[in-house]
């Protein structure tokens, strides 16, 4: 719930120290209810978390109204070559390929101070989400499962590195693939420790009917 999840924030301090972060030039991600957070205002006129609205950190120009409908799905898509991002971490981004998913209430609408960050491929067209900064020290999305992508996280540690003076890393390391793996490890521990035939047998009993 992001409005009384950034109340929250207010009380224990934390948003407090974002805000500082973020005036010393350290760049802020948002993601989803991040994003919405990041914003002017927050507004729920249909009373679909607390009803009423309410003020956001200020680190993006742009303002949620939430909406009874809940988009759920599943998407690809591109970092726009986005110019008004300058030579700050989000040029380091730009042309990242990625894929993820989305699962909010709401609409954020930016205003002529930012600009989308990415292209989406979805529903049989393209749509873009997000908003960058001119500066591009402050980036929110609705996508989850950005760092799922190998090009968008190593594009982004990269440019975290440039910034601190560092050499970007070579890696080779592939996430879906290091996942698969884990995976098979946990699947074979289980078969090791488990008695995966009687677990299908009594799965087997208790099957719905077709």
Known sequence: N??????????NGMEAAILKLAAANV????????????GESIEDPDGE?????????????VRTVFEKEKVQTRVTGEILQNPGAGDGLFAALCGSVFSG???HMGETALTD??????????DGGNVVDGAVTADGLAFGTY?????????????????????????PLDSTFHYAQY???QF????????????IEKIYTIMQQHREPV
């Not at 989803?32 to 990041?38: E, I, N, S």
């Not at 101070?113 to 979805?122: D, F, G």
């Open 184 to 195: 098979d490890l946990l699947a074979d521990a289980m078969r090791q420790h488990i008695d």
């Open 179 to 181: 996942k698969s793996q």
């Open 113 to 122: 101070e930012c600009q989308s960050v990415m292209t989406l491929h979805k």
């Open 2 to 11: 992001t409005m009384s999840d950034l109340k929250w924030m207010r009380q």
């Open 101 to 103: 998913y989305e699962i």
């Open 49 to 61: 978390e607390e009803g009423g609205s309410l003020h956001g950190m200020g680190l993006l120009p």
């Open 143 to 167: 996508l989850h499962g950005l760092f799922d992508s190998d090009d968008f996280t190593r594009a982004l540690v990269n440019g975290l590195r440039e910034r601190k003076g560092l050499a």
């Open 27 to 38: 760049p802020v991600l948002g993601i989803c209810g991040g994003y919405q957070m990041l």
